[in-house]
């Protein structure tokens, strides 16, 4: 372990490498005696040897990756050679076999580290390594939240981070990394991990890859704020991740009244554009928080300016507020009107691919109409369909190898058809679940194709795509039936790991259930654990709650207690018996419920509402959840993490019973972006941030917001409420009913049928009559049922709220109430 800094700029590094003598050996690597190479050796410099004392085939390989390294290592000042072992000399390095299988790293005289050859597999692995080693505090490596949490406190106004996920220690993702630390070292605290855990944590969705992110802690000087946090969108490379650091550098919004034509940025001389957004001295500063906001999005991608028209010497377009420079040479200035700031980052980004979207059109000029798509879900299988998914990580079942599959081991089966575009959306979400639980959980995750399948997906009766099942040695399978997504499916399996209900056999085991340790590994995914209180003789409550508990498996902690001392716990939590115990892990308390006569279906709907939490962050998976409440939704929309003292507030304002009538939520639109979209259909333009706003969406549609110019507090709050509930509040727009369709009319093909039946030469009039008159009867029938039908049951994404998407998964009780969020 090191403890001085490595400094690149003060002390020079040689690195040799006591190697195996091969004939072979190239040039540029450099061969010494012990003696010699010893000789060599310099105070501050590194070195490393690997001394030999024959020939062997096996480092020919290895002497190939190490003479590739050569050069690049001399670029950072590291030496390399190999030493060749000789009998007049004795070294400590010549010695056993299992010495000479490995490679040894010094700073003068010091011994710094050692490595296994076989993990310097290539000549990444090597300058990965040797970087590793040498930039010791440069580089932290962490494995916990907490670890990067302390690391990201600790340098809140003091300096940034540059955080890093690879996949492993010396692949080229790894050396791009090492090569930047030994740069920017000095300048920004780098940051690793190979935890995916960790990368999941901080909301990323492609887990599968690389990631390099910029947390802007500098600026921060509040430690209960979070560093704001930049992704590279590029792949992991050298170049890409300089690039990126420069643009970090760069001035976040530049003041500018010259012609946008000879401005010139660190932006454009790194390839990227440059947006002007035109202002005029009466609408200064609002213009500069919207050229702010903008910049932040387009951070990395672009650099943003803030034209003064007033001051300008060259004339604008008077219609234009938005000016676009590309950063070819020569290419024109382009003037826009653009009133919605989503055009603008839509217009950058787009020219960013512009070449991979050239591709495309290249490929689809034969099929100009698949590319739009009726349906969302559709339209982004569509999109993604080059992706290539390491389906390798799942095991592909047939009609012969089901059956041993299952009976040999627990496995979960994903069943699906390769033609269906919410199976292969889902699809991703499986692998993606396949990559969190590899090399963690006993369960076998496989697939059945049932577009190649068919009878055994009707065997196992699969009626419906996608479906995924549990089976398990001896027992029924259980069917999933949450939502379609990653985090979902997981919770649903490690839960699925006990039994439900658990049968609890002593006081003490009661109370180790109900504070979180008896199944603390699985209180991360089901923040209730609810505990069944029966008399011994209370049969049929006991079977009514089992029959609940099998019902809620895999959605929640489910435990029973029936034992002669069942009093115990009932008289210590003042529960009349039966009794449903709920264990709130988050807020660390317990309460209790009475159920007497309480049905099977009455218990899980208790259960259910329990689970709800107080104040929640809506989400597009939980909304449905939370609109079956049928009470209009108080809405804070927050660009990032809330302040606690506006959390604080509005959980005294649900103590004191103040919104019993509404549902208070919160809304993030970093992990929820469809809310600028929401934000933008109520107030014309983003408003600034927090916001809070009340939506009544099953009875009128009106969407009240709070005075922004108000701070939010307990008070202020009030007696904004009391003056809603008064009357005395005018809503900011009133949401309209309409039908929700798909954007793109349904094909009819029985006109289409008639249509070409009715050219066809040898077709007799009589029997075209008739069949025409039947498509007509067939085709009028089709309209009424489809002026019944008015929305599908569920949808398994959601990208757009203007689109109404929303509640397509609400309860059918409320969907006459058809209004756009």
Known sequence: MMSSSFNIYRVGISFVMMCIFYKSAVDSLSELSPQKYFSTLQPGKASLAYFCQADSPRTSIFLEELNEAVKPLQDFGISVAKVNCVKEETSRYCGKEKDLMKVYLFRGNILLREFPTDTLFDVNAIIAHVLFALLFNEVKYITTLEDLQNIENSLKGKANIAFSYVRAIGTPEHRAVMEAAFVYGTTYQFVLTTEIALLESIGTEAIENAHFYFFHCKQVLDLTQQCRRTLMEQPLATLNIHRFIKTMEAPLLTEVAEDPQQVSTVHLQLGLPLVFIVSQQATHEADRRTAEWVAWRLLGKAGVLLLLRDSLEVDIPQHANVVFRRAEEGAPVEFLVLHDTELIISRVEGNTHIEEMQEDEDE?????????????????????????????????????????TVVASDSIVLFYAG???????????YIDLAIKLKGTSTLLLTRVNCADWSDLCTKQNVTEFPVVKMYKEGKHPVSYAGMLGTEDLLKFILLNRISCPVNITSV????EYLSGELYKDLVPYSSVSVLGLFSPNMTIAKEDFTKAGNYLRGFVITGIYSEEDVLILSNKYGATLPALLLARHKEGKVESIPFANSRVQDIVQIVTNALLETFPEITVENLPVYLRLQKPLLILFSDGSINPQYTKAILTLVKEKHLDSLTPCWLNLKNTPAGRGILQTYFNALPPLPLIVVVNLHSGGQVFAFPSEQAITEQNLLLWLKKLEAGLESPITILPAQEWKPPLPAYDFLSMMDAAASQHPTRKEP???KETNMQKNDKQQHEDKSTIRKEPVETLRIKHWNRSNWFKEGDKSFRHDNKEL
């Open 364 to 404: 689809d000029m034969q099929s100009p109409d698949m590319d739009i798509q009726d349906d969302e879900v559709a339209e982004t299988v569509y999109r993604h369909r080059k992706t290539q998914l390491p389906l390798e990580l799942t095991v592909e079942l047939t009609e012969e190898t089901f059956n041993a």
């Open 767 to 769: 029997e075209c009559t």
């Open 508 to 511: 003490q085991e009661a109370e």
């Open 419 to 429: 033609w269906q575009a919410v199976s292969m959306a889902f699809l991703q979400s």
